[in-house]
């Protein structure tokens, strides 16, 4: 089961797919906004209840989809692979312990990313900071968290990063990853699946070039060292988020160091249970 915000005669609608082709437009029953649906207790029992209950429906292809985000703050998880670690560590001279050190360590590097008004949608452009030269995506598993803090569904995101920022020097990191168009959101939430089922999920990212491919790389989500509910704690923990959080968990797809994005190549970024997230690229 997945949820997404559509655009609908101007208006966001709440919809629901069960088989990738058509939305079931739970707007149409009182449903305006995602967010307290999410904090429904049965989620994907009340979700197949509605599902049964004659809603009227459109075609995925005839609709706009939007970020799935209102109002949760968008929060990012690192060096939770290790892919991530080595890159980040050959990147730096003097901050590589740091990353070394977080990724043993019990509490995991956590980062504000997105208000959710920032947040990119699919088909909309990821910017690359115009004061950067190298920049790259990073394809990332998301956690769809409820105020109460527990996991309510999956989705994907795009960590952009300007690896040459937070390279020269470790304490630029908000610069490297917080700027305009900077965090992209896959469309769907998946509802109903447990952890066990995610981790054997994969993940990947295809960069094309003037409709020639010159990136591609995946990888497990199983490859993550830290629980998913060990993320979203570390996150809770003497924070409270009334509008629920996404998070992404990090990434381990890291293109090769002599590779940085350009202006109006195309980001694809899939997870095999979720979809796809596609976005052009442009300097900001
Ligand atoms: O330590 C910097 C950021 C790490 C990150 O974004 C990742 O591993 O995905
Ligand atoms: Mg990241």
Not at 17 to 46: F, M, N, V, W, Y
Not at 118 to 146: F, M, Q, Y
Not at 158 to 174: A, C, F, H, Q
Not at 250 to 267: I, K, M, N
Request: negative net charge.
């Amino acid at each position: 089961m997945k949820l997404c915000r559509f655009e609908l005669a101007g208006q966001a609608h709440v919809g629901l797919t069960l088989d990738d082709q058509t939305l079931l437009d739970l707007t149409a029953a009182g449903i305006e906004r995602l967010t307290p649906l999410l904090e429904s207790d049965h989620l994907p029992k009340r979700l197949a209840v509605l599902a049964k209950s004659g809603l009227p429906s459109h075609k995925i292809g005839d609709v706009r989809l939007l970020a799935p985000v209102e109002r949760q703050e968008v929060w990012a998880a690192g060096v939770t692979y290790l892919r991530s670690k080595n890159a980040r560590m050959e990147e730096s001279d003097f901050s590589a312990t740091a990353y070394d050190k977080v990724y043993d360590a019990p509490r995991p590097e956590i980062f504000f990313k997105s208000l959710a008004e920032k947040v990119v949608a699919t088909g909309d452009p990821v910017g690359i900071r115009r004061d950067s030269k190298w920049n790259v995506p990073e394809p990332e598993l998301a956690l769809v968290i409820s105020s109460r803090g527990e996991i309510v569904g999956y989705t994907a995101g795009n960590d952009m990063s300007s690896r040459d920022i937070e390279g020269e020097n470790l304490l630029y990191l908000p610069q490297a990853k917080v700027y305009d168009r900077s965090c992209a959101i896959a469309p769907w939430i998946v509802v109903g699946v447990t952890e066990a089922q995610v981790r054997k999920w994969t993940i990947g990212v295809e960069i094309s070039r003037k409709g020639k491919t010159v990136f591609e790389g995946a990888t497990s989500v199983g490859q993550i060292k830290r629980s998913f509910t060990e993320l979203a704690d570390w996150l809770c923990t003497s924070q409270l988020f009334p509008h629920g959080a996404v998070l992404l968990t990090g990434t381990g797809v890291v293109p090769g160091d002599d590779f940085t994005l350009h202006a109006h190549d195309t980001v694809r970024i899939t997870v095999s249970g979720i979809g796809t997230l596609e976005n052009p690229v442009t300097v900001v």
